[in-house]
């Protein structure tokens, strides 16, 4: 086995489980605000719930393998049952995003945690060392997939959080006609990772939200 293919292998394992929980607990984000605000569609459809199998979509879930952004499967919401439904959409469509920064900003405290524990014993070649260092990675790739999902759903294009924010707050005549193309829309949103198009202004902004999160957690005083 060649090194690059042991490398990235390595990587599938440390991103799997870390999409699983991003991606599940972003949804379950959503349907829980959206229950709060007084609909219950997500709860009546099995999709109130932290199972990941409930959550994923295909096409979404491969480009957060490949290119590290991606969605899931949206949860269903019926705004008519919201007390303010303009109001309200906004509030479920930045609960995902907001518990994606929740979960990184707990990865990069996590990997600060077991970056020090493992820099005293990292000379000593030991397996509690090799653990500390598996537990290191992991969190940091947790914590930057979190954030890449947290920063490509704020993005105004369906199906993506982003639009829904926009949607909720233009005349609904508009909203509608972004409806009526959101799939050819997101068909371009996928040429559009392919294309690569995307890397490196969204990288941009991951970097400075990594970097203002690793210098919060920097100032505790037990780090």
Same mark, same amino acid.
């Given at each position: ?9 390595l ?16 949804e ?9 605000? %007084?609909?219950?569609t997500a &709860? ?6 932290? !199972?990941? +199998? ?5 096409? @979404? ?5 490949l ?19 303009r ?21 990069i405290?996590l990997?600060?945690?077991?970056a ?18 598996v537990?290191?990675?992991?969190? %940091?790739?947790?914590?930057s &997939? ?6 490509? !759903?704020? +993005? ?5 959080? @982003? ?10 005549k ?26 490196t202004p ?5 970097n400075l939200?990594?970097?203002g ?11």
């Amino acid at each position: 086995m060649t090194d690059a293919l042991r490398e990235n292998l390595l990587e599938l394992l440390y991103t799997i489980p870390a999409i699983l929980v991003a991606l599940t607990f972003h949804e379950y984000a959503h349907g829980y605000v959206a229950y709060r605000c %007084g609909d219950d569609t997500a &709860l009546k459809l099995g999709r109130l719930t932290l !199972n990941p +199998l409930k959550h994923l979509d295909p096409i @979404g879930t491969i480009c957060m393998i490949l290119f590290h952004f991606g969605w899931a499967r949206p949860v269903p919401v019926n705004s008519r049952n919201f007390k303010k439904p303009r109001r309200d959409m906004i509030l479920v469509a930045l609960a995902g995003v907001t518990m994606n920064l929740i979960l990184a900003f707990v990865g990069i405290l996590l990997l600060r945690i077991f970056a020090a524990l493992w820099s005293g014993v990292a000379d000593t070649g030991s397996f509690g060392a090799d653990l500390l260092y598996v537990a290191c990675t992991f969190f %940091g790739w947790f914590a930057s &997939l979190n954030i890449y999902l947290a920063v490509f !759903n704020l +993005l105004p294009i369906p199906p993506l959080d @982003g639009s829904r924010i926009l949607t909720a707050l233009l005349p609904a005549k508009i909203a509608y006609t972004i409806y009526q193309y959101e799939r050819y829309i997101s068909l371009a949103l996928v040429l559009l990772l392919f294309l690569g198009v995307l890397r490196t202004p969204l990288l941009y902004v991951h970097n400075l939200i990594y970097n203002g999160m690793n210098w919060l957690i920097g100032l505790l005083p037990f780090l």
